[in-house]
Every structure is written in C-alpha cells, then in structure tokens.
DNA sequence: CGATTCTTTGAAAACAGTCAATCTGTGTGG
DNA sequence: CCACACAGATTGACTGTTTTCAAAGAATCG
C-alpha cells in the first residue's frame, strides 16, 4: 500500500531519500470497507489522508435531509476536511467509502512537522492546494453559469475514472440537481450527439 | 494610501519593521476609476492586487453573453485572477472597478521573492488562501443544497458591506439567478420576517 | 432466488428564466 | 432649476426547466 504512496511522490516531488523515509515514518495505513466512515459529522477532522486504492466522498446532510456530495476522491488523491483540519473545529461533513479502500493517513501534528522539516514537501502540498484552488474556482463558475447538462458533460470530461464508478445518483448530488432531472438530461445528452 | 496597507499587515501579521520595509518597497499603488479595468479577459494576471479603498469585481463573460461574478473585493481584501498568475495563462475573467478605488499592486516575481524572504509573510499568505479556500468549499455547499432565499440571506449576513454598496443585480449574479428572480425573492423574504 | 440499490418514466406542481413594460432614483447638461 | 438620459429595480404574463411523488424496471450482490 506504501508503494503507491511511494510512487506517487518520486513522480511529483523531488524529495530525497531521507526525507522520503521521513514522511513514511508518521504515515499509518488503513483500510476501509465500502460505506465505512472515515470522518463523522461533529468529529474533528485531525488528519490528511492519501488515497491509495478505492474511492471515497465528502458529503453533508443539508438542512432538507439530502446528502450533498462535495467531493469525491480516487487513487493518488487527497481527502480530508479542511475547514475542521485549519481551525480544530467539529466538522460538518461526512466522508466515508464508495468502495472497499486503502488509505494512508497522517495525523495532523505529525504532518505539519512535515511541512516545517521538509520545505520541498511544503512547497509540494502548497502547489496542491493551489491547484484544488483553482478547480473549486471553476466549479463555482460553472455552478452559476452553466446549464445540467454542460455541467454533466464537464464532469465526465474532468474526471472520468471518477464517473464511471460511481452511482448516477450521486454524481447528481455532486452537481446539485435531482436524480431524477440528470437521468433525463442524460439521456437527452446521450440522443444528441 | 500606503498606510492602510501598513496598518493592515500590522493588525493581521507579526512582521518587523525591516519586513514592512521591504514589502513596501515593492508595491505600487495605483487609482482605479468606476468601470475602469484592472484585468481584461485573455490578459495573464502578472500581479497580486490589495484593495485599500472602493470596490472591485472577478467576473466572467459567460457562453450565454452574460456577465457572472466570481467574486467581489473591497477595502482590505486581496483579489486577482489566481489560476491566470499561477500558471502563467491567460485569464478567462475580467477584473474591474465598481467605484472609484485606491489599490496596491506587487507583481508576481516581486511577490514571489516576499514569499521566498520572508517566512512569516509566506504563512500568513498560506493561511489566508487556506481560509479563502473553505470559503469557496462552502460556497459550492450552497450553491449544490440551498435555496436562493438561503443563499441570499447567507451572503446578507456574510458580507453585509458589500450586500448595500453594490447593485441587486451584481448580487443576483454571484448568487447565479436571473435579477428578476432576485428581486422576487428578496421581496418575498421582506415579507416573511 | 430474494433483497437491495440504482435508474427510469410519467404526471403534476413549484420554481426560475425571459421578455416587455413601467417605475424609481441619480446625475448631467442646457 | 428643470428636463432628460441612464442605470437599476420591479412587475406581469408567459415559457421552459426542475422538483416531487409514485411506480415500475434494471442491475447487482449475497
């Protein structure tokens, strides 16, 4: 399981041998089965954790009962609360596994020990959240701006490992429409092309 | 106009005097009058820009010919187009002045230097991307599970400065509804109260 | 096979968008 | 100071989209 962690890092970082060891001697693997929690709603989100194999979401119950899909996370991808992890506050959200995982977790006083010790691993993580930035950015525009179904057609464009292996349903919530309403602009979109 | 800079980086960071200085060496600070751009769509946004009077606005021109606001940003707020300058691309956003406004400007290798320079400085920009980042996670969690008299409430009791110096229809905009749709909703959230 | 989960479909109701007209307030130039 | 233009907000009628609820049809899993 730390071998894809371990790739992982050769393939995006320039981080040495010591350091390498340094950054697998605070990570703890796990795994997960399909549909177990791995952060519950009110728990302090005290960790960063790595995907290794499976897939994961983050979601909440909002105030009408349904889930709302935040995020979804797939092999070489980070998951974690941030706004509870930043502020030691409860979380809000769920997250749990769509599938049986494997999952490598750092806790956070260990990996902010990280960032200090290991500035190239600093400059890594900082670049990552840029990035996840940049991406929210863009899901904030289409949100507003674009209909279902470019919505829909953008998402299996961005993240088609992602969308087909999950349940319609909840790419659906991901988007924050109906099952109901992207089963029929699917199906429109699928006749149209 | 520096000096609102001066105070604001006294009030929110534990830099020295020689760190001001040298910040302050590398900021220009420019007049932008109402309806005057700072960045126009296909520029690269070479430059971090700091609010210290007035207001500005991140928007886009949309497939649909319409304009949707990403974002606002008044006195003591940081705004520019964050993917265009982190990748050195052209951006897909315009930027521009809704009132007569006082900003700074540090271009992008200047301030990069800051980072490199002056460690505290480097933290407290991480940790105000850090915040800027929920903000926007949660902004997608209202814009996938609220209804817009919610979302319209929300961003009253969010950014009340903003809510009354800028028109309904700016509002409707970042809310992503029709400013019909607003109005009709805000009238009827009047009443209900 | 039976149970569960997921997807689709239909019909009605709620909601939001569009277009056009009107109303309001502000500021500018004559 | 008035008239006018202009930007913004509202309203009504209409259209189109999305939700909701209920039911039924696939697919998957033990």
Redesign the interface.
């Known amino acids: 399981m730390l071998e894809i962690f371990a790739s992982y890092l050769k393939e995006n970082t320039i981080l040495n041998q010591e350091e390498l060891e340094e950054i697998f001697s605070v990570v703890v693997s796990r795994k997960l089965r399909k549909r177990q929690y791995l952060l519950q709603e009110g728990e302090v989100c005290g960790f960063n954790c790595f995907v290794a194999k499976g897939c994961l979401r983050n979601y909440?119950i909002?105030?009408?009962g349904?889930e709302?899909i935040?995020r979804f996370a797939v092999a070489n991808w980070w998951l974690s609360d941030?706004?509870s992890y930043?502020n030691d506050t409860p979380s809000k959200n769920n997250i749990d596994a769509l599938e049986d995982s494997d999952v490598l977790i750092i806790k956070k006083d260990k990996f902010e020990k990280l960032l200090q010790n290991i500035p190239n691993f600093k400059d890594f993580i900082?670049n990552l959240?840029?990035?996840?930035?940049?991406a929210?950015?863009?899901?904030?525009?289409s949100?507003?701006?674009?209909t279902v179904e470019k919505r829909y057609a953008m998402f299996i464009e961005n993240y088609p490992d992602i969308f087909n292996r999950v349940p319609l349903h909840m790419i659906a919530?991901?988007?924050?429409v109906s099952r109901e309403t992207l089963s029929r602009v699917r199906n429109h979109y699928a006749k149209t092309r």
Chains 1, 2 share one sequence.
Do not use: P, T, V
Not at 129 to 134: G, H, I, L, Q, V
Not at 143 to 146: F, T
């Open positions: 909440r909002g105030e009408d349904n709302h935040l941030q706004e930043n900082f959240k840029a990035r996840s930035f940049d929210s950015q863009n899901r904030i525009m949100n507003i701006s674009d919530s991901y988007l924050g």
